[in-house]
């Protein structure tokens, strides 16, 4: 019997958007199993927390794993620390990263370098497809944060992410909705 390839899809996932679940799409063909890994980026300022935003992946996930029942199966974790660390505990043999374009090609290959040197793991870039080459988390939290249309916003977020977003903005104790309220009195 052969050896399980089980890999790694990690990200801030903040918020989790259909270029994200594209990349987990494609990836899930190449392997046995796949843990989407929730970290967090210290230099961004969040929108969802950790645990929301596992919370908002796991169904997109399950979902996603029940329309397709032929490829990988998949699972969702929160992770702190190193990827590298996160991919260890798990045994995967693989990191998955979503390629967009050139610009993120360039700053990927120096993490997946490093990461073969630090920790002998490979890292697989997966093309995201044409339709969302265009789209990031930080743009979408950008957007919001400067009073964009929630409404034009959802057509690149599933719908349980463009409510949370809607609730989050509506908050005047949160972060982005103040950024909102002050761009618009600007």
């Known amino acids: 019997m052969s050896a399980r390839h089980l890999a790694i899809y990690t990200g801030s996932f903040d918020p989790p958007t259909h270029g994200h679940l594209d990349v987990l799409s494609r990836a ?8 989407v890994g929730v970290g967090r980026n210290p230099d961004k300022v969040e929108l969802f927390t950790a645990e929301e ?13 029940a329309s397709d029942r032929g490829s990988a199966s998949c699972s969702v974790a929160r992770y702190s620390g190193l990827t590298v660390d996160f991919a260890r505990s798990r045994g995967a043999v693989a990191i998955i990263r979503g390629i ?11 993490f997946a370098i490093t990461n073969r040197q630090v920790a002998g793991i490979e890292t ?5 497809g044409e339709s969302h080459a265009f789209l990031s988390s930080s743009l979408i939290r950008q957007i919001a944060g400067f009073g964009g249309s929630l409404d034009a916003l959802s057509r690149f977020v599933p719908p349980n992410v463009a409510e ?4 989050k903005m509506e908050d005047p104790r949160h972060p982005l909705a103040r950024l909102a309220r002050e761009s618009q009195a600007d």
């Not at 935003?53 to 794993?65: D, F, G, I, K, M």
């Open 28 to 35: 899930r063909k190449l392997f046995d199993e796949i843990v």
């Open 53 to 65: 935003r596992v919370a908002l992946l796991s169904p997109l996930v399950q979902q996603l794993v």
């Open 100 to 110: 967009r374009n050139v610009t993120d090609l360039a700053a990927e290959c120096q």
């Open 124 to 128: 697989v870039f997966v093309v995201t």
């Open 164 to 167: 949370a977003m809607r609730v």
